[in-house]
């Protein structure tokens, strides 16, 4: 049988539309967007460390490395690089896995989106790419693809490194799912469900307890779940 996630809600987001996470050791920083606009919050009481607007679009992902803060800024098809004590725009590069989304294929007249979900290790950047249903793996300085790995599912979002070396987790938003997967390859290794209406778009790991935000309803919280696999 399949595990299910104990969900524990902490804190509202400030801003309508929370979905990008990434956890640092004095704050969570985190992505709106409906408001495009940067916050860095506190684990404990959800209370704003820091605000900023940016100039992103619609962005689904936030990340830290190499210095700066990465966020997919998807309406626009765009990864930008932001320094994290502004939340100013330095650069945009094309997003890696630009395109239209599967469940979109048989609607009139699709619109492209770009990427959602990031994460950074040993000086490349993981991009989770709903259209393309890859992670990219991207060198930022010459912002050339070295590697890719499928998903499971059709509509992965947040990301978040596992405690296991090499290993990753992946939140399908649409499929309710969280699946641990083996970066070199894509193979699974675990999985567990999220229940309605809990929506998991943003994702990360701290302290061994991945955290989540769900976009549709303005909730930050913790997913409580055995992290052994059981099947």
Known sequence: MAKTAEVEFRFKSPGPQPNGLQAEEDGLWYIDQGDNRLFKLDYDSGDTLFEAQT???????ITLGGGSLWIASTYNRKVARLDPETGVTLEERPSPGAGINSTREGFPNPAETGDHG?????????????????????EPDEWKEVHRFKTPGFRVHGIAWAREKGMMWLADTAMGVVSKVRVADGRVYDMFRVLDPVEVHGLTMHQDTLWYADAHNRDVGRLNVDMTPAF
């Open 55 to 61: 100039t992103t679009d619609r962005s689904s992902g």
């Open 118 to 138: 990031l994460e950074w290790k040993d000086g490349y950047l993981y991009v989770a790419s709903p259209p393309s249903q890859h992670v990219h793996v991207m």
